[in-house]
Nanobody, 127 residues
Framework: QVQLVESGGGLVQPGGSLRLSCVAS????????IGWFRQAPGKEREIVGT???????????DYADSVKGRFTISRDNAKNTVYLQMNMLKPEDTAVYYC?????????????????WGQGTQVTVSS
């Protein structure tokens, strides 16, 4: 079992920045992948990006086209934490952001590929 807790959401103006954190606990293996997803009101949950927990994939991150160049995912294994740095935020980035995990040693952009989910944190981009 893997437990995930997100934090760091809030209200930010367009063009601003936020950093979300996802702290993982429980029993997980070197094959864990962490994914960040988001869900806006009335829309389906969508991928933001993914990162291997330990470098089974040499730590290469994968991003959705809508956030490339603006968002960065990183990890601190010593703190069991994955971060989502969001820069140049736009109103369309407003959503509940979730971190998720699976232990298959692969990437994954689909919701159904992930077995463990955090509770989500709200990000609102508005002037």
């Amino acid at each position: 079992q893997v437990q995930l807790v997100e934090s760091g959401g809030g209200l930010v103006q367009p063009g601003g920045s936020l950093r979300l954190s996802c702290v993982a606990s429980g029993r997980f293996f070197s094959t864990v992948t962490i994914g960040w997803f988001r869900q806006a009101p009335g829309k389906e949950r969508e991928i933001v990006g993914t990162i291997p927990w330990i470098a089974w994939g040499v730590g290469i991150t994968d991003y959705a086209d809508s956030v490339k160049g603006r968002f960065t995912i990183s990890r601190d294994n010593a703190k069991n934490t994955v971060y989502l740095q969001m820069n140049m935020l736009k109103p369309e980035d407003t959503a509940v952001y979730y971190c998720a995990a699976h232990q298959r040693g692969t990437y994954g952009r689909r919701v159904e590929q992930y077995d463990y989910w955090g509770q989500g944190t709200q990000v609102t981009v508005s002037s």
